[in-house]
T-cell receptor
Framework: SAVISQKPSRDICQRGTSLTIQCQVD?????MFWYRQQPGQSLTLIAT?????????ESGFVIDKFPISRPNLTFSTLTVSNMSPEDSSIYLC?????????????????FGPGTRLTVL | GQQLNQSPQSMFIQEGEDVSMNCTSS?????WLWYKQDPGEGPVLLIA?????ELTSNGRLTAQFGITRKDSFLNISASIPSDVGIYFC?????????????FGKGTKLSVKP
């Protein structure tokens, strides 16, 4: 399994500013992901954070708006740039790691506690 | 893209009752997963299903991977107050090193003591 921490846990920001969210894992992992969960909604994948190369973004998400860093196998950051109220969401980091229940060839995806962002 | 239809959207039940929720998809998945999210927390994996037709239990929870690979259900027996939360199904289409998860919209469960 993997234990994931995120900073900050929550923040209230002004329109037009940027916020960087940190994700720290207690073990080295290959795959790290960033998700967005809008109020009362499900989770949507923003991007896969690749160590040593540029992140892979999903449709509807771009690097200029959500720049991602992945300097090593235990850490990643997501920046929400030039924020607007529509960016108010929970942002979640997740990783793939060996789970107790998965068959030998499978990993499980573990989630951090999330960062609750409110943009005024 | 792929979408999951999860139902019901919310449930209000009495403690001790059984609960059933399900997910359907217009396309197939190789893996079905069920997560629970408590307020202020990230989702926690409850059950993972890897083979069509598979029926798996985890305590009072039972989930099945539909034979068509396009659906899954989750049952909770004898509900207790700590079962309160949002339950998400998720489908995944990669084996081994995984790809991204497609999540359902969630079922919000409320339990009256």
């Amino acid at each position: 399994s993997a234990v994931i921490s995120q900073k900050p846990s929550r923040d209230i920001c002004q329109r037009g500013t940027s916020l960087t969210i940190q994700c720290q894992v207690d073990s080295q992992v290959t795959m790290m992901f960033w998700y967005r969960q809008q109020p009362g909604q499900s989770l949507t994948l923003i991007a896969t954070a690749n160590q040593g190369s540029e992140a892979t973004y999903e449709s509807g998400f771009v690097i200029d708006k959500f720049p991602i860093s992945r300097p090593n196998l235990t850490f990643s950051t997501l920046t929400v740039s030039n924020m607007s109220p529509e960016d108010s969401s929970i942002y979640l980091c997740s990783v793939e790691a060996r789970g107790e229940r998965a068959p030998h060839s499978y990993n499980e995806q573990f989630f951090g506690p999330g960062t609750r962002l409110t943009v005024l | 893209g792929q979408q999951l239809n999860q139902s019901p959207q919310s449930m209000f039940i009495q403690e001790g009752e059984d609960v059933s929720m399900n997910c359907t998809s217009s396309s197939i998945f190789n893996t079905w997963l069920w997560y629970k999210q408590d307020p202020g927390e990230g989702p926690v994996l409850l059950i993972a299903l890897y083979k069509a037709g598979e029926l798996t239990s985890n305590g009072r929870l039972t989930a099945q991977f539909g034979i068509t690979r396009k659906d899954s259900f989750l049952n909770i027996s004898a509900s207790i107050p700590s079962d309160v939360g949002i339950y998400f199904c998720a489908g995944q289409n990669y084996g081994g090193s995984q790809g991204n998860l497609i999540f359902g919209k969630g079922t919000k469960l409320s339990v009256k003591p």
